[in-house]
């Protein structure tokens, strides 16, 4: 079992940054790809990040270059600096983990989820 914790959402003005945290309470965090997802109303849950254990990371093309996801293995956090946000950006953010190697963007494929963070960005 990992339970996951969200913190840092808010609201900011459009290029500004904000910093996510996700903290992973579990003995086996090291092993687990973790990713950072997020769902705006009315539309489903996308993809944004990804890190594996040896600290390859993923990304969805509209976040690249401005977003990125980081983890912390001594303190079982995985991290998001997002910078030049963008109204578009606005959404509920999950930190979420999976134990699969493979199709790091499906969300069906993570079997922990944390409770979400809102993140507001203002035009």
């Known amino acids: 079992q990992v339970q996951l914790v969200e913190s840092g959402g808010g609201l900011v003005q459009a290029g500004g940054s904000l910093r996510l945290s996700c903290a992973a309470d579990g003995r086996t965090f090291s092993r687990y790809v973790m990713s950072w997802f997020r769902q705006a109303p009315g539309q489903e849950r996308e993809f944004v990040a990804g890190i594996n254990w040896s600290g390859y990371t993923l990304y969805a093309d509209s976040v690249k270059g401005r977003f990125t996801i980081s983890r912390d293995s001594a303190k079982n956090t995985v991290n998001l600096q997002m910078n030049s946000l963008k109204p578009e950006d606005t959404a509920i953010y999950y930190c979420?983990?999976?134990?699969?190697?493979?199709?790091?963007?499906?969300?069906?494929?993570?079997?922990?989820w944390g409770q979400g963070t809102q993140v507001t960005v203002s035009s």
């Open positions: 979420a983990a999976t134990l699969s190697p493979m199709n790091w963007k499906l969300s069906t494929h993570y079997n922990y």
